[in-house]
């Protein structure tokens, strides 16, 4: 392994490539610690300091952005719109035909999505910085209590307000730039790497924080359960259903093409993390809308906003669990259904002149393949919903959603990223050596 890492770095091409992607993540590191305009810095940080735990709408924003959400810095989104962007642009490739032929048009079609999804990622930046603006003006931003949170924005002048937004805006658009100079230029996937950066940053000080909160003991143990649940996720996301696939032996002129055997990967978790993302997403619009109903000042709140603040706001509760766990269930199902279409798998194996030995091929192969993907879900949607109730059950162990890093989304990608990395940085070695970093 370390003979390995030392042939990166005496591979000029690969530490190049290596130099420049840890200088684009330092650059974006630095710029989620300055603030926005007519943003008090010194109130931010004493608010911070009095509010620990983050929990409801903000807490999936602010784990993407790194901590920048809740310092309001000009990278305060993050790399969040442009994750809601790529998926709203891929959910409407079922809505919409236009968008459909496009991704089956190559390279080209696939370029004009892509344009679509920066389009997209810059209207979600304005709206987001608006919202977040707006929450941080009415002092909801840091629910303490405490007058200085109420007082983050120094000048609420229409010019201040307009400037932030465009502050914003343009932090995402800067962010979105460098993750695609990453992937030209750099090692690995640029926007997964930057999310990475920003999950990764958060670990050491969660992990302190238990440490100071639970004692030296408690950090031990909390540390042997992420390594067990490391483990347990990469074994999970490794793992895949090998169909086997016969092409037949064809003759074009002289030549004689096909013949040989391969297999279609389909692995356990094949929808990722964005059923966590949709069902944390789908269950914060029942808080958002509560919050924005609270009662005036000696007035009762009426019973469905006491209801949901008292079942549908804290991750402790069981409900709240149960409803997590069914949507992460149901939304693995529903992505995975649109990323997978059986029937063109199915068209294309008899289009070349393949088939699954004993099932015939056309309907039969989609039949089979839908069979097959329906049965493998099931346990990848089970194994989705367990590793994001770990934070929830940590809330209730040890008080504090984020002071267990270890589950939920941020594990996920943790590890989905790390993998795909070590896996291009082992093919590139292995163009130069005989060896590669993997053995």
Not at 189 to 204: E, K, Q, R
Request: proline share 5%.
């Amino acid at each position: 392994m370390f003979n390995a890492i030392g042939r990166i770095f005496r591979t000029p091409d690969l530490r190049r490539k290596l130099g420049f992607t840890l200088g684009i993540v330092a650059l974006f590191r630095l710029g989620s610690f300055i603030p926005a305009p007519f943003v008090d810095f010194g109130n931010v940080q004493a608010c911070l300091a009095a509010s620990q735990t983050t929990t409801g709408l903000y807490e999936l924003v602010n784990l993407f952005s790194g901590g920048a959400l809740l310092q309001l810095s000009i990278f305060a989104l993050g790399i969040m719109p442009y994750i809601t962007a790529s998926i709203i642009v891929q959910l409407l490739r079922v809505v919409i035909p236009h968008f459909e032929t496009l991704y089956k048009e190559g390279q080209s079609g696939q370029g004009r999505l892509t344009q679509y999804t920066r389009y997209l990622t810059i209207a979600l930046g304005v709206l987001q910085s608006t919202t977040l603006i707006t929450v941080a003006r009415s002092g909801a931003l840091f629910p303490s209590g405490d007058p200085a949170c109420s007082q983050l924005i120094t000048n609420d002048a229409w010019y201040a307000i307009l400037l932030m937004v465009i502050t914003m805006t343009a932090g995402t658009g800067l962010i979105m730039w460098m993750g695609e100079l990453i992937t030209e230029r750099g090692i690995g996937n640029g926007m997964s790497l930057l999310i990475f950066t920003s999950i990764a940053s958060s670990f050491p000080g969660s992990l302190w924080a238990i440490a100071q909160a639970r004692g030296l003991d408690t950090f031990f143990v909390v540390l042997a359960v992420g390594l067990l649940v490391v483990v347990a996720v990469v074994f999970v996301e490794q793992s895949q259903r090998r169909v086997p696939v016969q092409y037949a032996k064809r003759m074009v002129g002289r030549r004689t093409y096909g013949g040989n055997n391969t297999y279609i990967p389909i692995k356990v978790n094949m929808a990722g993390v964005v059923p966590v993302i949709f069902a944390s997403s789908l269950l914060y619009l029942p808080a958002l809308i509560a919050q924005f109903n609270q009662p005036a000042q000696g007035e009762e709140p009426q019973a469905w906003v006491v209801w949901i603040t008292n079942y549908l706001t804290q991750g402790d509760h069981p409900l709240y669990m149960l409803l997590y766990f069914l949507l992460i269930v149901g939304f693995t199902y529903f992505y995975v259904a649109i990323t997978f279409n059986p029937d063109e798998v199915a068209e294309n194996m008899k289009k070349y002149g393949g088939f699954i030995p004993g099932i015939r091929a056309g309907r039969p192969t989609a039949e089979y393949l839908d069979y097959v993907l329906t049965r493998i879900t099931l346990p990848g949607s089970l194994y989705l919903g367990a590793i994001a109730l770990l934070p929830l059950i940590a809330l209730s162990a040890f008080g504090a959603n984020q002071n267990f890093p270890f589950g939920g989304a941020s594990i996920l990608i943790i590890v989905g990223v790390g993998l795909e990395t070590v896996k291009q940085i082992d093919a590139q070695l292995q163009q130069r050596h005989y060896e590669g970093l993997l053995r």
